[in-house]
Antibody, heavy 118, light 108 residues
Framework: QVNLVESGGAVVQPGGSLRLSCVAS????????LNWVRQAPGKGLEWVAV????????HITDSVKGRFTVSRDNSMDTLYLLLTSLRPEDTAVYYC???????????WGRGTQVIVSS | SLVLTQPPSVSVAPGMPAGITCGGD??????VHWYQQKAGQAPTLVIY???ERPSGIPERFSGSNSANTATLTISRVEAGDEADYYC???????????FGGGTKLTVL
């Protein structure tokens, strides 16, 4: 079955950096685009970034553009999100999710917690 | 940029139908997707492409989309349906994914 497992979340100081990973299994990883979606405490879902199946096309939400970078290693079935210049407002659970029909997200991981605090 | 507007909360008695709306400019021209998020869990896709149900989603869940409003309908609500529900579209103008603010469904 399809499985997505995020890791790498931590407590980090403002201005710090972190790399999140999402390891996939149960499907042909290199056939699907993948997304990062975050959820701040008590708030709604916020889309962060998408990366195409071959890694050549990406889009990132304006609030993190220039600070976050999405990448993937298709040989390792792994999606990454590099977070730099972190701010307290980046505190959230970060989910990875698979692209599907019409721009929907059909499978989600359980998420990894990022806390930005001094 | 595209903004999707949902009511913050909807309350319904068990066995009754529940409707959750998602408003946006000309949203009827886009494919709308709906997610259910129970407390402490990751979201689950319950409706895609306006009205399609993924495998395993009960027939009680249905969707519609026209003009400036999309609607998720749950017929015969059960206690287990209590959750936050989010609508979402892919904005082809910006190539960004957009979520509504979410609606908390309370089963009385």
């Amino acid at each position: 079955q399809v499985n997505l497992v995020e890791s790498g979340g931590a407590v980090v100081q403002p201005g710090g950096s972190l790399r999140l990973s999402c390891v996939a299994s149960g499907f042909a990883f290199n056939n699907y685009g993948l997304n990062w979606v975050r959820q701040a405490p008590g708030k709604g879902l916020e889309w962060v970034a998408v990366l195409s199946n071959d890694g050549t096309s990406q889009h990132i939400t304006d609030s993190v553009k220039g600070r976050f970078t999405v990448s993937r290693d298709n040989s390792m079935d792994t999606l990454y999100l590099l977070l730099t210049s972190l701010r307290p407002e980046d505190t959230a659970v970060y989910y990875c999710a698979r692209d599907w029909e019409g721009g929907s997200l059909d499978y989600w991981g359980r998420g990894t917690q990022v806390i930005v605090s001094s | 940029s595209l903004v999707l507007t949902q009511p913050p909360s909807v309350s319904v008695a068990p066995g009754m139908p529940a409707g959750i709306t998602c408003g946006g400019d000309n949203i009827g021209d886009k494919s709308v997707h709906w997610y259910q998020q129970k407390a402490g869990q990751a979201p689950t896709l319950v409706i895609y492409d306006d009205a399609e149900r993924p495998s395993g989603i009960p027939e009680r869940f249905s969707g519609s989309n026209s003009a400036n409003t999309a609607t998720l309908t749950i017929s015969r609500v059960e206690a287990g349906d209590e959750a936050d529900y989010y609508c979402q579209v892919f904005d082809t103008y910006s190539d960004h994914y957009v979520f509504g603010g979410g609606t908390k469904l309370t089963v009385l």
